[in-house]
């Protein structure tokens, strides 16, 4: 089946570094590209997505990247701050279908220290 | 207040023993979805429903049953099938807006076994 591999499953920073995320998908068809940050014991919220049709989206110290002929696309935050910290998760819509079923990564656990 | 209400926030469940967990939205969302999270995995779809009275299964149905008999109501029910049932459940809504498939989530439900 198609699957969403996402890399690194932990990270760890000083506050004020950069973090960046990856992920890959298999689904050549997929279209929308959310990530979501989910901290202990909540649901996960979105923070920013993609469409295929962009490159690059920008949400002020948060942005996306994808490369559609790879396959791939990565969360940058930059000027990280404690408040950071949190599970991330990337996802990919299951094909252009209308069921609006999303693909999800197996999540990263962000540290930002202080 | 708009949003995805789920409840309770903690269950347990005796051997044997059906229990099913609430899933309310008022953001007059046509579609919901029920996920399964367990730790250090990603979101796996359980359940979904795009319209009242109609449901699909997701990657990972057996041992579990939904009804979604209003359009804001997605009740999930965790049966004695379900051998392995102790994980945090989240239920999702998505407007059917065509191309973006922004899910919004409840706060989860905590299931473990006695």
């Known amino acids: 089946g198609e699957n969403v591999e996402q890399h690194p499953s932990t990270l760890s920073v000083q506050e004020g570094d950069s973090a960046v995320i990856k992920c890959t998908y298999s689904?050549?068809?997929?279209?929308?590209f959310p990530w979501y940050k989910q901290e202990l014991g909540k649901g996960p919220q979105l923070i920013i997505d993609?469409?295929?049709?962009?490159g690059e989206k920008k949400d002020q110290r948060i942005a996306v990247t994808l490369n559609k002929t790879a396959k791939h696309f990565s969360l940058h935050i930059t000027e990280t701050q404690p408040e950071d910290s949190a599970v991330y998760f990337c996802?990919?819509?299951?094909?252009?279908?209308?069921?609006?079923?999303?693909?999800f990564g197996q999540g990263t656990t962000l540290q930002v220290k202080p | 207040d708009g949003g995805i209400t789920q409840s309770p926030k903690y269950l347990f469940r005796k051997e044997g023993q059906n229990v099913t967990l609430s899933c309310e939205q008022n953001?007059?969302?046509?579609?919901m979805y029920w996920y399964r999270q367990d730790p250090g995995q990603g979101l796996r779809l359980i359940y979904y429903?795009?319209?009242?009275?109609?449901?699909q299964k997701g990657d990972i149905a057996e041992g579990y049953s939904v009804s979604r008999e209003k359009k804001e109501s997605f009740p999930l029910t965790v049966t004695s099938a379900q051998k392995n049932p102790t994980a945090f459940y989240l239920c999702?809504?998505?407007?059917?807006?065509?191309?973006?498939?922004?899910?919004?989530f409840g706060a989860g439900t905590r299931l473990s076994v006695l």
């Open positions: 429903s795009q319209i009242v009275n109609d449901f």
């Open positions: 999702a809504s998505r407007a059917s807006d065509g191309f973006k498939n922004i899910q919004y």
């Open positions: 953001l007059n969302h046509d579609a």
């Open positions: 996802a990919a819509s299951l094909g252009s279908s209308n069921t609006g079923k999303l693909i």
């Open positions: 993609i469409r295929s049709n962009v």
């Open positions: 689904d050549s068809a997929s279209n929308y």
